[in-house]
């Protein structure tokens, strides 16, 4: 019996085993550093470099639900850089976004006043009707860029338990707003995807700038290059409740050490390289005008919303013949996206691309029109897509 159950046992184990390093030849992963350098689709795409990983070797291996003394440690330095009484590490920044507003919202029926733009209202999969029972209410900016306390006060229904917003505006605007939130009884959150490139570019605190707000929600994947990862910060009492939300929800992890030291590699040594970054998509922006596309808005950080149409040219044939480039460019239609890994060479040589096929056209006869056409697209729809 014990023999035979042996035999079985085996067979199982057979069964069950997979080698996934068997995926990759030795130099894939160079070939996948170089790829990501050359791609303007998101910086999510980001890929944790050899550094990086050996620091989260090191990390405290226990049991995040008890207690994992990395992760803690990691939380205690988010609250501390953000003014925060506490905060909580999650997977992601849907989730962090999601957790937040059950966590403010403690009975439906409620209304959360976001920016038309906004991340909650564009992809995350009508998260808050769902999770909290709320009614999105989305204001479109009467400026075309930024919401003002004008508008929040045009468009609030007193008796509303949140507001909400998501983009990046003048920090006297959100001082305002949130005097005006706090007046009438009104909470703030904010979804702070790439809050790092504002300290970086504007020279504000971090705890500064989420000041204002009740509650932030801080991305480590996007901008900073963490595998994964976003924090949610407020008072204890808040993330207290937000905790006991991350179990419902599932996101309750196990030995996130590895993952709290990655991010905090991130912090340290990428976080300073954003001020490039910000450089890097200026040139890019110079360069796209000096060819004669239209910019859709302002490029104030990692972003750059553009048309190619005043000259001839669309976006399928950039996005075509940067991907027969010998070394191959992503790209994703209007937005192109600079983050710690572009190479300077891929902002010239998807420079290159479209300024050939601007003289292409104009060689073929096309005459740039004297109002840069914008497809029917309106700016201030097009400055702050996720």
Same mark, same amino acid.
């Given at each position: 019996?014990?023999?035979?159950?042996?035999?079985?046992?085996?067979?199982?184990?057979?069964? %069950?085993?997979?080698? =996934?390093?068997?995926?990759?030849?030795?130099?894939?992963?160079?070939?996948?550093?170089?790829?990501?350098?050359?791609?303007?689709?998101?910086?999510?795409?980001?890929?944790?470099?050899?550094?990086?990983?050996?620091?989260? *070797?090191?990390?405290?291996?226990?049991?995040?639900?008890?207690?994992?003394?990395?992760?803690?440690?990691?939380?205690?330095?988010?609250?501390?850089?953000?003014?925060?009484?506490?905060?909580?590490?999650?997977?992601?920044?849907?989730?962090?976004?999601?957790?937040?507003?059950?966590?403010?919202?403690?009975?439906?029926?409620?209304? %959360?006043?976001?920016?038309? /733009?906004?991340?909650?209202?564009?992809?995350?999969?009508?998260?808050?009707?769902?999770?909290?029972?709320?009614?999105?209410?989305?204001?479109?900016?009467?400026?075309?860029?930024?919401?003002?306390?004008?508008?929040?006060?045009?468009?609030?229904?007193?008796?509303?338990?949140?507001?909400?917003?998501?983009?990046?505006?003048?920090?006297?605007?959100?001082? /305002?707003?949130?005097?005006?939130?706090?007046? %009438?009884?009104?909470?703030?959150? =904010?979804?702070?995807? /790439?809050?790092?490139?504002?300290?970086?570019?504007?020279?504000?605190?971090?705890?500064?700038?989420?000041?204002?707000?009740?509650?932030?929600?801080?991305?480590?994947?996007?901008?900073?290059?963490?595998?994964?990862?976003?924090?949610?910060?407020?008072?204890?009492?808040?993330?207290?409740?937000?905790?006991?939300?991350?179990? =419902?929800?599932?996101?309750?992890?196990?030995?996130?050490?590895?993952?709290?030291?990655?991010? *905090?590699?991130?912090?340290?040594?990428?976080?300073?390289?954003?001020?490039?970054?910000?450089?890097?998509?200026?040139?890019?922006?110079?360069?796209?005008?000096?060819?004669?596309?239209?910019?859709?808005?302002?490029?104030?950080?990692?972003?750059?919303?553009?048309?190619?149409?005043? %000259?001839?040219?669309?976006?399928?044939?950039?996005?075509?013949?940067?991907?027969?480039?010998?070394?191959?460019?992503?790209?994703?239609?209007? /937005?192109?996206?600079?983050?710690?890994?572009?190479?300077?060479?891929?902002?010239?040589?998807?420079?290159?691309?479209?300024?050939?096929?601007?003289?292409?056209?104009?060689?073929?006869?096309?005459?740039?029109?004297?109002?840069?056409?914008?497809?029917?697209?309106?700016?201030?729809?097009?400055?702050?897509?996720?």
């Amino acid at each position: 019996m014990t023999a035979n159950m042996d035999a079985v046992r085996a067979q199982i184990a057979e069964e %069950v085993k997979v080698d =996934l390093s068997s995926l990759l030849e030795p130099d894939d992963n160079m070939k996948g550093f170089q790829e990501v350098s050359r791609s303007f689709i998101s910086d999510t795409i980001t890929a944790p470099t050899p550094d990086m990983y050996a620091y989260a *070797a090191k990390a405290s291996i226990g049991d995040a639900v008890y207690h994992e003394p990395t992760t803690l440690a990691f939380e205690a330095h988010m609250a501390k850089i953000t003014g925060k009484e506490d905060a909580l590490f999650l997977p992601s920044g849907t989730m962090s976004n999601q957790i937040a507003l059950r966590t403010h919202l403690k009975q439906p029926p409620y209304a %959360v006043l976001c920016d038309h /733009r906004s991340h909650i209202v564009r992809y995350e999969a009508g998260g808050t009707a769902f999770h909290s029972g709320a009614h999105s209410q989305m204001v479109v900016p009467s400026n075309g860029h930024h919401l003002t306390v004008a508008d929040i006060e045009e468009n609030i229904v007193l008796g509303t338990d949140l507001h909400r917003h998501v983009a990046l505006f003048a920090y006297d605007e959100i001082i /305002r707003i949130s005097e005006y939130a706090h007046s %009438v009884g009104v909470k703030m959150h =904010l979804d702070g995807a /790439r809050i790092w490139h504002v300290a970086a570019e504007t020279g504000i605190s971090v705890k500064d700038l989420c000041a204002p707000f009740d509650s932030v929600s801080l991305c480590l994947s996007k901008g900073l290059g963490a595998p994964i990862g976003s924090c949610l910060v407020g008072t204890k009492e808040f993330v207290a409740k937000a905790r006991w939300f991350r179990k =419902l929800f599932g996101g309750g992890m196990r030995q996130t050490g590895f993952m709290t030291a990655a991010a *905090a590699y991130a912090l340290t040594h990428n976080f300073p390289r954003l001020p490039a970054v910000h450089a890097l998509t200026r040139k890019l922006e110079a360069g796209l005008r000096e060819i004669g596309i239209d910019i859709l808005g302002p490029v104030e950080t990692c972003m750059v919303f553009f048309d190619p149409s005043p %000259v001839g040219v669309t976006y399928a044939e950039i996005i075509e013949r940067a991907r027969a480039l010998p070394e191959p460019i992503k790209l994703g239609g209007s /937005r192109l996206v600079v983050h710690i890994q572009t190479s300077p060479k891929a902002v010239e040589d998807l420079l290159s691309v479209i300024r050939q096929l601007a003289e292409e056209k104009k060689a073929a006869g096309f005459v740039k029109p004297e109002t840069p056409l914008t497809n029917g697209r309106s700016h201030k729809n097009m400055l702050f897509l996720y």
